[in-house]
């Protein structure tokens, strides 16, 4: 057995769920581990068809302490995690089962994914890569918010200029959203990066340094006012995150 199993988390995920899963019809499952959701997720996943979990919420306000959970009930030997806003193409489909195939496929493989914001292709959010595809038995996924895969073995990336093969992230947020999100994924980033001793110098450098690196470095420029406003967005993200650990390291020390 040589398949592929699809894996996606939800929770309320009702806007692009049928989109996303048009998109995967083509695999040997698609797994949707859902976290109570209370809008039609849960529905639109059984229309489709899918092999469908449920795992608690309870005070999880992230995704990834269910992540290992979804992966562990996945039938098939390999798996290609997909959010609930991404799409995959069916050049990409067609290159993951092409390679599973040779007999030298790397136990991961990075995927590139296109972003976007306020409608635009964003170049310095591309290539993005993110490593989504592994083989099952070597792959172990931490609870820790943004944490990639752990995998066993030899990891290689999709070449950027392959853009066919790219996921594409369908999120395009809204200002008011991602400012929602940096107040909720700061708090749990803090439990990463405790122990980094960051100070006044790093609040002072790194924000503006994440800027530049976003609209400059990364061409961010190439998008206009969107680009510049994302740029911002980033520095901010990092702002709030170092602004938060120095906040707790002094209530600490009172």
Known sequence: ?????????????????????????GFDEIVVCDMESTDATVDIARRHGCKVITFEKGGHNIVEPARQFAIDNASF?????????ETVTPQLQSYLYRII??????????????????????????PDHV??????????????????????????RIPQDHRELAIEHLANDSVSTIL??????????????????????????????RFFKAYVLKKGFLDGIPGFI???LDGIYQFVVLAKLIEERRNQAR
């Open 101 to 126: 195939k040779t007999g030298t496929c790397p136990d991961g493989i990075a995927i590139p994914r296109k972003n976007y914001f306020m409608g635009c292709f964003m170049h310095s959010s591309y």
């Open 180 to 209: 929602r999100k940096i107040d909720t994924y700061s708090f749990y980033e803090l439990q990463r990066r405790r122990d980094k001793g960051y100070g006044t110098a790093a609040l002072l450098m790194s924000p503006p340094f």
């Open 77 to 85: 030997p390999w798996v290609l995690v997909v959010d609930a806003d």
């Open 131 to 156: 490593l989504r595809f592994f083989r099952k038995e070597a792959t172990t996924w931490p609870k820790v918010i943004h944490a990639s895969p752990e995998v066993r073995g030899r990891v290689e």
């Open 230 to 232: 994302h740029a911002v």
């Open 1 to 25: 057995m040589n398949g592929i199993s699809v894996v996606i988390n939800t929770y309320n995920a009702e806007r692009h769920l049928k989109r996303v899963l048009d998109s995967v019809k």
